[in-house]
């Protein structure tokens, strides 16, 4: 039976990338005085690194493979990544990223149901908590799973059984919703049956493990009964 819903957080609860971390990259590169700028195509390619830090280390080491490298490398890159976090919270709380379609009613309807709530991302916790302060409430997620917690970040499945672990339920209890390959392959490997609304992004990747594919929740009607049918067989 279905128990709680755990959610991915960029790209799924809201479209996060292109206009939230991609453009706050930017600024702080610009900040930074690195004449760097992270194209939305661009971007596309380097969102297969999930994770900020490592997204940018990525990037260093294949787009910039002649720039000297700092003396503390790992140091460079936090604080790049701090300051983008700063401009990416600046950006949130500025109101320009909503919610995806359909995500709030059916949050709405699971806390009616009774269905425990939990968060599971690759993104920092602050980044998180962030986007739950400005749009849901972060009260109403039990467990809130993010960034660093975990050594290994998706496609690993180690945010989910971090998650899972918290919950005290097993995967067949639980439903998971993300919205790229990346996070399908997380939490298959976790064991969870898991729900895919696709964005521009992510449309074109592999989702053949997914339980449901659909481009947003905003059209299912009575989201909960539907949705737990898919639990079954
Ligand atoms: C998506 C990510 C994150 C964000 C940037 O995570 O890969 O890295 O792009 O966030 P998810 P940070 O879909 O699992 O929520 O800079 O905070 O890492
Ligand atoms: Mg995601």
């Not at 661009?42 to 787009?63: A, M, N, S, T, W």
């Not at 003396?71 to 109101?95: M, P, T, V």
């Not at 309807?109 to 993104?123: E, F, H, N, V, Y």
Request: net charge negative.
């Amino acid at each position: 039976t279905l128990k709680a819903l755990i959610f991915d957080v960029d790209g799924t609860l809201a479209e996060t990338e292109r206009d939230g971390h991609r453009v706050a990259f930017n600024q702080a590169f610009a900040e930074a005085k690195l004449d760097w700028n992270w194209s939305v195509d661009l971007y596309g390619e380097l969102l297969d690194v999930p994770g900020g830090k490592e997204r940018i280390r990525f990037y260093l080491e294949k787009y910039q493979p002649h720039l000297e490298k700092p003396e503390n490398l790992d140091e460079f890159i936090s604080s790049l990544h701090h300051l983008k976090n700063q401009y990416y919270r600046d950006l949130l709380a500025s109101g320009t990223i909503p919610l995806r379609p359909g995500i709030k009613r059916l949050i709405q309807a699971a806390k009616t149901a009774g269905l425990r709530l939990a968060i599971a991302t690759t993104s920092a916790l602050p980044n998180a908590m962030a986007l739950l302060e400005k749009t849901l409430n972060p009260d109403w997620f039990e467990v809130i799973g993010a960034g660093d917690i975990v050594p290994a970040k998706k496609p690993a499945p180690d945010i989910y059984y971090y998650v899972l672990e918290k919950l005290e339920l097993t995967p067949q209890d639980c439903l998971v919703f993300e919205d790229s390959h990346q996070g399908l392959k997380a939490a298959t490997k976790a064991g969870f049956k898991t729900i895919v609304t696709v964005n521009n992004y992510t449309q074109n990747q592999d989702f053949s493990d997914a339980a449901l594919v659909v481009n947003h929740l905003g059209e299912v009607d009575k989201p909960l009964t539907c949705l737990a049918g898919k639990l079954e067989g």
